[in-house]
């Protein structure tokens, strides 16, 4: 059944008078308000909330030097390729944390092709990223999340 809106206000506000329809529409208006916000808030990227590119650089950079001074990492990497490292990590988390970069890197299972990385290898390099948001004191939230994106990415990286 159809019910037209406006012959249903004037209904209720004959039969209740304004008196009663005011706090009905201010619950609606704040409704409206609440879900405004929310939507908002929604919509602030991880990137946006690591502090974008510049933050995101400066992580990736602390974390490759913890890789490369890794004892047992730092005699896996290439000394001559940290540089690219950090330019390719830098995209790669900015795009994947919907930032407005570009990858210009191989393909995660391509790049670790025929590496042979370990499960133990994966968790001593996802830990020297903990080491690098912990030590610009990037919030809890942010850090799981990162991680959780990282950690979807074990599976081109592992056992190649
Ligand atoms: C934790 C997740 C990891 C991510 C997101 C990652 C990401 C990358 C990226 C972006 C590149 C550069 C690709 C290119 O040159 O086009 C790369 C290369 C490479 N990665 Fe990983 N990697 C991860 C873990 C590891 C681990 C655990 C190892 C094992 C030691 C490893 C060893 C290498 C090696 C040997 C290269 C070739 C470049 C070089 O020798 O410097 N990666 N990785």
């Not at 609440?34 to 690591?50: I, W």
């Not at 940290?82 to 330019?87: A, H, I, R, S």
């Not at 990858?103 to 290898?121: F, I, L, R, S």
Request: charged share 20%; glycine share 6%; net charge positive.
């Amino acid at each position: 059944m159809l019910v037209c809106p406006m012959c249903l206000f004037y209904k209720i506000k004959k039969a209740s008078g304004m008196k009663k329809i005011i706090p009905i529409i201010a619950t609606l208006f704040i409704s409206v308000l609440t879900a405004l916000t929310v939507a908002q808030a929604g919509q602030n990227t991880l990137f946006d909330r690591l502090g974008g590119k510049a933050a995101i650089t400066a992580v990736v950079s602390q974390f490759v030097d913890y890789n490369s001074s890794d004892k047992i990492i730092g005699k896996r990497w290439n000394p001559d390729n940290t540089e690219n490292l950090k330019l390719y990590l830098t995209e790669l988390v900015c795009n994947a944390t919907g930032g407005d970069c570009i990858y210009t890197g191989q393909p995660m299972d391509v790049a670790h092709a025929g590496v042979n990385v370990t499960e133990d290898e994966f968790t001593r390099v996802a830990a020297n990223l903990v080491r690098a948001l912990d030590k610009f004191k990037v919030p809890e939230k942010e850090k799981d999340e990162l991680l959780s994106i990282i950690a979807s990415l074990k599976d081109q990286v592992v056992g190649r």
